[in-house]
């Protein structure tokens, strides 16, 4: 266990010794599986023949942690420091919105006060994204409940059914995966932990947006525009900042897409901002050019 009480592996996670977070734990690793299902991210297979000491596939690591909110979040990462540049991925830099683009979007909502400022939280933002190559990790700890999962229905699985997560949580599932030798798992999206894996977002938040008629920034790639909307990018979380009637649209129209789990509203980077406008320090806008 970690200091915080926190489990190591997914073992200690599964059969956690207090019944009230052994059962929240449990409930978070099942939505994980069940998401990774529905999303078709890999499929089990035997190792093929070309496998060997040379060639093996990429490891697997479970991270379990404790939101501020309150949510416990289990997640399926893998090890990309094990990763060859050249067979395993062609590319890896991936642009992060700059420090002074996101200053212009608080900027924007001080001077329009009706606009709204949200950071939206993208559900396992990763695992929306394709591959171009051909990875293998290794069978996941508690392989035992991902197979249970893939007996049933996708179009039944609902990840908020109590009955579904009580009957998957007595699964029994073994300390040390008897199968590692023998199975491996061919990956079909992105998993967090790969090299490639923001990189691979990036691309297919950059499509999205250019879809829905936005304009890319010429010097930031991870700014966008479109009428009363800017939308900034940085990692796996989506910042946006505009008119309400306009933002609702393009949320409703990112959902059908994408799952956002979350809409934060933010208020503290807003509140800092107004206090160093009070103090007469008078803030610029940059010059942005975008790519009409």
Known sequence: MKLNNEPITLYDAWYYNDNLSRDKWRSSIIKEFVDMYNRNVFQIIYKPNDFNDNKKPIGLK???NIKDDGRYRSRLVAQGYTQVEGIDYNGSYSPILSESSFRILLILKLEHPEWICSKLDIETAFLNTKLEENLYVELPSGYEI???ISELDRN?????DSSLIKSISNTNISKYNKYHKTKVCKLNAALYG?????????MKMFKILTDLKFINCKSDPCLFKKENVYIGLYVDDIFIVGSKVVCEQFINDIQY??????????????YIVKINKKRNHNPKYQSLKFNY
């Open 156 to 160: 039944t699985l609902d990840i908020n």
């Open 257 to 270: 897409i994408i799952n956002i789990l979350l809409i934060i509203l933010i208020y503290i980077y807003i």
């Open 194 to 202: 790969l090299v490639q894996a923001s990189r691979e977002f990036y």
């Open 62 to 64: 479970w991270v379990f």
């Open 146 to 148: 991902y197979e249970k």
